[in-house]
């Protein structure tokens, strides 16, 4: 597999990857493994993130979002998101934060679409909440959580296409979104200890359509799975000219 690996033809690497499908320990390292099957996946269809599939059932017991926002805007969006249940919107208020909105789904079966969620106008950024607490800030519980089967049901679930590569981009960012420093040996350690416990899950910062984000957020931490939506469909009525001053959710905040 290591050879096939190094050829570099899509051939190549597919035959590569074949085998590593039947022999997971085909004289490969498990960084080279994870990069053969980053590369091979490029080469399929990516899909798209789905906007109107529901939150898939293996993923619902306990769902919670965290609705990120700029700074001082934390009250309007929980109007917005409080005003929006009352005219029958599938999200409720759980926990208001600095730059933070918890969210859950109304319904007692935690049905919810993306749809549903992307209605808001006056947040930023949205993530499903796969772990959360002191135990986020651990390099293996942030691997468990990747690795697990709410993420990777829905990862499948909101992702269109016929059986897509499962892929995910990781981040360690503040609780403002901002990087949190220089952490690349620790995405190599995360993402492979992820792929060793999950291997159908590839961290794949080139065209993944999702991001995971390890937040530090004061004495607060989480490991959220948000989607990455090109175009943003709040964003529909933008054209190629493009204002300094644009800012939608502060617009709508307003």
Not at 35 to 62: E, K, N, T, W
Not at 145 to 167: K, V, W
Request: proline residues 6%; contains cysteine.
């Amino acid at each position: 597999a290591a050879a096939l690996a190094d050829a570099g033809s899509h051939d190549a690497v597919a035959s590569a990857v074949a085998i590593l499908e039947g022999a997971p320990d085909a004289h490969i390292g498990p960084e080279q493994a994870l990069r053969l099957r980053a590369v091979h996946a490029r080469a399929q269809s990516s899909g798209a993130v789905s906007l109107d599939a529901a939150v898939p059932a293996a993923a619902r017991a306990g769902l919670r979002l965290h609705l990120r926002c700029r700074r001082g805007l934390e009250a309007i969006l929980a109007d917005e998101v409080r005003e929006h249940a009352e005219r029958g919107g599938r999200l409720r208020v759980v926990e208001v934060r600095d730059a933070c909105v918890a969210v859950e789904p109304v319904a007692a079966d935690g049905a919810l679409r993306l749809a549903d969620l992307y209605q808001l106008r006056c947040f930023d950024t949205a993530g499903f909440v796969l772990l959360e607490g002191a135990e986020a800030l651990d390099d293996d519980a942030v691997a468990a959580a990747i690795a697990s089967e709410p993420c990777e049901a829905l990862l499948r679930g909101l992702t269109d296409g016929d059986d897509p590569p499962l892929r995910y981009r990781l981040r360690f960012v503040d609780g403002a979104g901002a990087d949190a420093g220089a952490r690349s040996s620790a995405v190599k350690r995360v993402a492979e200890a992820a792929y060793a416990l999950n291997p159908s899950i590839l961290n794949d910062p080139n065209q993944a359509l999702w991001y995971v984000d390890a937040v530090a957020d004061g004495g607060r931490a989480s490991v959220e799975l948000r989607p990455r939506l090109r175009p943003n469909p709040r964003l529909e009525y933008q054209t190629a000219t493009f204002y300094a001053g644009a800012h939608p959710p502060l617009a709508a905040a307003m």
